[in-house]
């Protein structure tokens, strides 16, 4: 047990090193995901709809990117193009430098994608849904990668309980490890910790972390902007199919006020600060250019006979750039 922290035994790893000639290696010279100009519409209630409007941008080996918008942006309508299960209207896809349409035995050899939605055969055990997973990918012996998953991702003591005994914690941990069966060089994670507990959370983003460490790289969506903050190098912002921000997560947060006021209040506001506040329950937060704007919305909070309770004045975070972004009328790309 003490060992399970390196995921791997030196037996394991030298097993692991046999295999590697049947698994995709990992590219360093062509772009890991390219959408170019990519396009979708399609009929709803007897009207046109136009998911994607002209999607392009590169993801380059080794990046871990974020994709980031609000319901209905176009998130999984792109990743679904990404995996072949939907045609796009116009423009191209590629995968490590396969086209998802012409060449797509091969691009989806080198993509492993975690959906949304849990989907899961309950009829096998975990360690039997891993190998036939395998078999899809015409990868023989992977014994000792499945049991680097296994362990990587909490499912060792799981890896002969049928699907159907299996907590949906535990079955989204068993659909990660089929996504990274045949060791993809690319990773996709749509809403990988949806609805999950914070143990799981943790032990995927090591996991994950350590992969693309190792030289995969990690396209992910989520809602828990505080994760894209905290993992992703990159970031595109996607509002009605459109890219409308894309830039590094550093750039990102400089581009934004630089000041967040952060408190607690009992009482609602005066209407010239809620005008502009976000509010979360008790918790208010009000952006701030500089030391004079922090004066001004105290003095309005005194003037109003209010007193907060637990005032922090910190720097914005990505939640704060990505609403900014979201509730511009413009939607200009950065």
Not at 203 to 213: D, G, P, S
Not at 318 to 324: K, M, R, T, Y
Request: a neutral charge; charged letters at 25%.
């Amino acid at each position: 047990m003490e060992k399970r922290a390196q995921f791997t035994t030196g037996a394991h790893r030298r097993a692991l090193r046999q295999e590697s000639n049947l698994l995709p290696t990992i590219p360093r010279a062509m772009t890991a995901i390219s959408f170019q100009d990519v396009s979708k519409t399609y009929q709803a209630a007897g009207r046109r709809v136009r998911a994607l409007d002209g999607v392009s941008f590169d993801i380059e080996p080794g990046e871990f990117f974020g994709l980031l918008g609000p319901n209905g942006a176009g998130k999984t309508t792109l990743i679904s193009i990404l995996a072949g299960l939907s045609a796009a209207s116009g423009g191209r896809v590629l995968v490590n430098g396969h086209d998802v349409v012409t060449d797509y035995a091969a691009a989806r050899r080198s993509v492993g994608i975690v959906p949304q939605e849990l989907v899961f055969d309950p009829f096998f055990s975990v360690r039997e849904t891993l190998k036939i997973q395998s078999g899809y990918f015409g990868v023989r012996n992977n014994d000792a990668w499945i049991d680097e998953l296994l362990a990587g991702l909490g499912l060792a003591d799981k890896a002969h309980a049928n699907m159907r005994q299996l907590s949906g914690g535990m079955k989204r941990r068993v659909l990660v490890a089929q996504a990274l069966v045949h060791r993809p060089p690319v990773i996709v994670l749509d809403e990988p910790t949806a609805g999950v507990d914070v143990e799981l959370r943790q032990t995927l983003w090591q996991f994950v972390a350590r992969l693309n460490k190792d030289g995969h790289t990690v396209l992910l969506t989520t809602h828990y902007l505080e994760e894209a903050e905290a993992l992703c190098g990159r970031i595109a912002m996607l509002k009605q199919g459109r890219i409308v921000a894309l830039d590094r997560t550093t750039a990102l947060l400089a581009g934004t006020a630089s000041t967040m006021l952060r408190f607690k209040l009992d009482a609602p506001l005066p209407p010239a600060l809620s005008a502009r506040a976000r509010v979360t329950g008790r918790i208010v937060q009000l952006k701030a250019h500089d030391a004079a704007e922090v004066e001004q919305v105290l003095a309005a909070l005194r003037g109003a006979g209010l007193q907060p309770e637990d005032l922090e004045i910190g720097r914005a975070d990505l939640e704060d750039v990505f609403l900014e972004i979201m509730q511009s009328e413009t939607g200009a790309a950065r």
